[in-house]
């Protein structure tokens, strides 16, 4: 993945492999949170695993669950060879499925793998507690089994889109970093990366125009995901430069909701021939 750090986020990401601790990434959507964590992973050759976090967001899906359909059907053939089994049979490691969380914990590869928790923001209130051990220690407990520690513990990053306030527990067991939305220079250099086909003239008025945009009072804002889209539909179209048509018959790639259609449509209308 070609991906463009500024210095500030360079500091973070090096200060978090540093220092060992977890990093809360926080931007508007579509800054390239998500896509940094990606980049991490590829730049250190090491495995992503990726939690994307939602309303109602369980221990069970997030942690660890167990096998009930194993642990029934071990019940069974033990019943059919006139056994009983104990609590102490039924929850062991045998019977454990990892999920992303405790997958991190236990990775036995040379290289630590990096832990994408997306999205903090959408997961509840009470799911940000079940983190704190994990955050702090690299550690995960299962009651019935005792606690798993990282012998090498995992590049954490958080991203958040601010959505709600996150625990001020959470954030002091994170180094942080706000990414800014780039300006429209920086903008067009990671467009001209990711869409190598698109043209000078094309890539350089599309990431003013968005610059323009962002300062209408829209309902979702573009973000540098929709810029890219925009231009690859753009280019994709045999679009070398800018004008009111082509931003017209492009606009589902920028505007997200009727309101922002029109806006845009009025503000294109008003700076392109």
């Known amino acids: 993945m070609d991906y463009l750090v500024d210095d500030g986020l360079a500091m973070a990401v090096f200060l978090a492999l540093r220092l060992g601790k977890p990093l809360l990434l926080e931007g508007e959507p579509g800054v390239g949170k998500t896509a940094a964590a990606k980049a ?11 939690l994307q976090c939602y309303e109602g967001l369980t221990a069970g899906e ?6 009930y359909q194993r642990q029934l059907l071990a019940i069974r053939l033990a019943e059919a060879r006139q056994e009983k089994l104990t609590d102490a049979d039924l929850f062991t490691a045998e019977f454990l499925q990892e999920r992303p969380i405790l997958r991190a914990v236990r990775h036995a590869g040379p290289v630590p793998p990096v832990l994408l928790i997306d999205e903090i923001d959408r997961a509840d209130d009470e799911f940000e507690a079940l983190l704190f051990e994990f955050l702090g220690e690299a550690a995960i407990t299962v009651p019935e089994l005792g606690t798993f520690t ?23 067991r994170c180094l942080y970093h706000w990414i800014e939305f780039p300006a429209p220079a920086r903008a067009a250099e990671i467009v001209r990366r990711s869409v190598p086909g698109a043209t000078e003239p094309l890539i350089r ?4 125009f968005i610059g323009r945009v962002r300062g209408l ?8 995901a929709e810029t890219i889209d925009w231009v690859s539909a753009l280019s994709a179209l045999g679009v070398t430069d800018l004008t009111d048509a082509a931003v017209v018959s492009t ?13 845009v449509a009025l503000a294109a209308h008003q700076e392109t021939p």
């Open 40 to 50: 991490l992973s590829l730049a250190l050759e090491t495995p992503l695993i990726r």
């Open 62 to 67: 997030a942690l660890y669950e167990w096998n």
């Open 150 to 172: 990282a012998s090498r513990p995992p590049v954490v990053v958080l991203t958040s889109n601010r959505s709600r306030d996150l625990h001020d527990a959470l954030r002091r």
């Open 205 to 208: 008025s599309a990431a003013e």
């Open 217 to 224: 009072e829209l309902d979702k804002a573009p973000g540098l």
């Open 251 to 263: 606009l589902g790639t920028i505007a997200k909701t009727p309101d922002d259609r029109t806006a």
